[in-house]
């Protein structure tokens, strides 16, 4: 059975960090692209990173590139967001998502996707 599970969601005040978590079962997850995508109340659903299966190609959106790092530990079948310097504009659901495209951030492109992880940036 295909599973996505994130965690490691949760209240920050603004500048602080957390580190989601997105543990696969059921396949290889070093064979996919894997997505983060984050939702917030009212918003469409956005694509915030994504690293390819040979982890050589990634990508990050405008708004948090340089404060935000995705990496993947294959002994683990875990892909991780380093979430650093948070906003309270990063407050959202955050969800991560698997595809066999090589690279893509569509989010029509995912074909499983975790439940996903409350983050809150606030005072």
């Known amino acids: 059975q295909v599973q996505l599970v994130e965690s490691g969601g949760g209240l920050v005040q603004p500048g602080g960090s957390l580190r989601l978590s997105c543990a696969a079962s059921g396949f290889r997850l070093d064979y996919y692209t894997i997505g983060w995508f984050r939702q917030a109340p009212g918003k469409e659903r956005e694509a915030v990173s994504c690293?390819?299966?040979?982890?050589?190609?990634?990508y990050y959106d405008v708004s948090v590139k340089g404060r935000f790092t995705i990496s993947r530990d294959n002994t683990k079948n875990t892909v991780y967001l380093q979430m650093n310097s948070l906003k309270p504009e990063d407050t959202a659901v955050y969800y991560c998502?698997?595809?066999?495209?090589?690279?893509?951030?569509?989010?029509?492109?995912?074909?499983?996707w975790g439940q996903g992880t409350q983050v809150t940036v606030s005072t």
């Open positions: 690293i390819g299966s040979d982890a050589e190609v990634t």
């Open positions: 998502a698997r595809s066999n495209y090589i690279a893509t951030i569509r989010p029509a492109d995912f074909d499983s």
